[in-house]
C-alpha cells in the first residue's frame, strides 16, 4: 500500500500509528509562510532552511502547534540513530503542514 521506506521497524510503527495515540512521531513540513517569516527574522534564504520537523508527541487531536500537546523535536531516531532529516527529506512523508 505504502511504498515508503523507514529507517527501521520501530520509527515505523510509531509513525504509521493514530496521531492521538501517544507516543507517536510526526514528520511536519513548515508551509511557505512559516519559512518566509523564518527567513526574515534570521535574515537568510528559504533554501537554507530546514523545511520539515521531527516529532515525538503525547498525542493530540488538533494541530501540532497547540501549545498544550507535550511534544518533543527530535533530530535522529532514538532507535536506530538515523539523522532524520537525511532520511525523511521527501514531502512524502510530511503527515502535517504548519503554516
Ligand atoms: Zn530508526
Known sequence: MSNKNFCCEKFEFRYNGEKT??????VVKYG??????????????IENIF????FVTDGYSGPITDFSIKKMVINYCPFC???LSDFYK???????VIG
Do not use: H, I, P
Not at 21 to 26: A, E, T, V
Not at 90 to 96: I, K, L, P, T
Open 21 to 26: 495515540m501517544g507516543l507517536n512521531f510526526r
Open 81 to 83: 540513530g538515523q539523522k
Open 90 to 96: 521527501s514531502d512524502d512523508y510530511s503527515q502535517e
Open 32 to 45: 511557505e509562510k512559516f519559512l518566509e517569516r523564518e527567513a526574515e527574522l534570521y535574515n537568510k534564504k
Open 51 to 54: 523545511n520539515k520537523a521531527y
